[in-house]
């Protein structure tokens, strides 16, 4: 496989440090609100990632975090832990927010057919790994402490900047050009970081901990080093995250691991572009974002979203639209509507379809670089082959397994195409509405279909036969506008 690798910014070949397997650590939510479907791009590009490290034969331990303290509303180490500030707002405790929001999370990776973490790992478990990690940096002289907490003078590590590309200084300036608040005066660069924070001594918080330097709470980056470290052992093979790590998180997981241990963090850096809005980053903090629940109610099959991720490459921006998705929605029904049809086909000796080549390019498309836009044209190529099938009217069955097949294995690394079964009763509904079709009892036939739809499946007829899909609604409900609460348009 070839991968790019923000670390070198050049393509590489992909080798791993364990033959035949594959560490990866991908950094998770702050679990404070809903994810939304910028942070879910990321997490499906990365689900993709494995997948295809995973088609090539590798074992994957794939590491997730879940960020459920210390993480505050700036990114300059001042502001509100996020998670108790969104606490304070619900009126509930900071834990029980963060289970809150964890569940939800895992309910949306699960509906976008995202593959469970081998190891999903909290903060708030790890809080002993990240102060080991502190006091061995402390030993090694990165550290200082000032009013609020104990920080990593940046200064002191080499080649700080490596990953973001720049020297010292310029991230250092470019931190304070994008700077949204003042920067602490007590630190020594305006790159320096929180380690570890005090608790504020007005006001106790709800998540602290007794610590070699006073009761506090971790920085957000530590955790990472910490987790990744303690899973997948001080040197490991790919860390992933959104673009917006490479110049502060993920420098500083670089600085805090590196530091410590002396030797090589990671050896390949994967990086997913933005989702945008009208030309913006689609984030909180604009108030312009989606959550996959938004796009469920106003009537969206949460794979649609996902094949809409595939059809673009991880390295580009996707303006998001609800138009695009529409479209995403109705290729996925009709590529479901096909492989039905296929189905139900009379059985007839034909020659052999050539699949090889497709498979080939497949195979060729999805390791260049997770190039998956190329490689979804390959599955439409064998939907093109299936069609052919329906136009004729049968298929042998030699081809219509080896069409599964390859479907299927496509379908591992996609995740897009699911399985469901239909009730016992849709399909009675179905055999009735044939009758009633038999006996051109129209009025009969249409109240079944009706009803058919009621019950979430569509029925659609082919020849003298019919096949059963899952209703979809191309985000119509019932001509409705749904009132989401965030604002799409403006700032
Ligand atoms: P957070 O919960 O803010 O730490 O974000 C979770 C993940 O989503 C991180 O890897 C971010 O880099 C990523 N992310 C945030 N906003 C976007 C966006 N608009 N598009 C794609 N990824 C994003
Ligand atoms: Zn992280």
């Not at 001042?78 to 998670?83: E, H, N, V, W």
């Not at 900071?94 to 190891?119: G, H, R």
């Not at 790994?129 to 104990?150: A, H, P, S």
């Not at 609604?473 to 799409?488: A, L, M, R, V, Y």
């Amino acid at each position: 496989m070839r991968l790019y690798n923000t670390l070198t910014k050049r393509i590489e070949r992909f080798v791993p440090i364990k033959k035949g397997h594959v560490g990866m650590y991908c950094c998770g939510p702050t679990v404070y609100d809903f994810a939304h479907i910028g942070n879910l791009r990321t997490y499906i590009c990365e689900d993709l990632l494995k997948r295809t490290l995973k088609y090539d034969g590798y074992e994957v331990t794939h590491v997730m975090n879940i960020t459920d303290v210390g993480h505050l509303t700036s990114d300059a180490d001042t502001g509100l832990d996020k998670i108790e500030k969104s606490a304070e707002e619900q009126k509930k405790s900071a834990w029980e927010i963060s289970k809150m929001y964890t569940d939800f999370f895992l309910q949306d990776i699960k509906k976008l057919n995202i593959e469970s973490p081998t190891i999903l790992c909290k903060a708030t478990d790890n809080i002993n790994e990240m102060i080991i990690l502190v006091k061995r940096l402390e030993e090694k002289g990165f550290t200082y402490r000032i009013d609020d907490g104990i920080y990593y003078d940046t200064s002191k590590f080499k080649d700080y900047g490596k990953l973001a590309g720049m020297s010292f200084d310029e991230l250092n300036k470019s931190l304070k050009a994008g700077a949204r608040v003042e920067f602490n005066p007590q630190k020594r660069n305006i790159t320096d970081f929180a380690l570890w924070k005090f608790s504020p001594k007005d006001k106790k918080r709800q998540m602290e901990w007794p610590s070699p330097w006073g009761v506090g709470f971790p920085g957000w980056h530590i955790e990472c080093s910490a987790m990744s470290m303690k899973y997948l052992g001080e040197h490991f093979d790919i860390h992933c995250g959104g673009v917006d790590h490479i110049p502060i998180h993920h420098t500083n997981e670089i600085a805090q691991s590196e530091g410590a241990t002396g030797k090589k963090f990671v050896n390949y850096w994967f990086h997913v572009e933005f989702l945008l809005v009208n030309g913006r980053k689609m984030s909180k903090s604009l108030k312009n974002f989606y959550t996959l629940r938004d796009l469920e109610k106003m009537g969206f099959d949460p794979l649609s979203f996902r094949l809409m991720v595939i059809d673009s490459h991880y390295r580009d921006k996707i303006d998001f639209t609800l138009e695009k998705l529409k479209k995403y929605e109705k290729t996925l029904n009709d590529i479901d509507i096909s492989i039905k049809t296929m189905d139900i086909l009379p059985l007839k000796e034909e020659k052999r379809d050539d699949l090889r080549a497709i498979e080939k390019s497949f195979k060729k498309a999805i390791n260049d670089d997770l190039d998956t836009h190329s490689a979804l044209i390959e599955l439409f190529k064998v939907i093109g082959i299936i069609n052919s099938h329906i136009k004729k009217y049968s298929i042998s069955k030699e081809n219509r397994d080896k069409i599964h097949e390859l479907i299927k294995k496509m379908n591992s690394v996609f995740g897009v195409l699911q399985d469901y079964s239909i009730p016992e009763e849709v399909l009675d509904l179905a055999k009735r509405r044939a009758s009633a079709r038999e006996r051109k009892d129209w009025k009969e036939s249409d109240e079944l279909r009706r009803k058919i739809k009621e019950s979430g499946f569509d029925i659609i007829d082919v020849k003298d036969a019919y096949v059963i899909v899952k209703h979809r609604n191309f985000g119509e409900t019932n001509g409705k506008s749904i009132d989401i609460g965030h604002n799409t348009d403006k700032e």
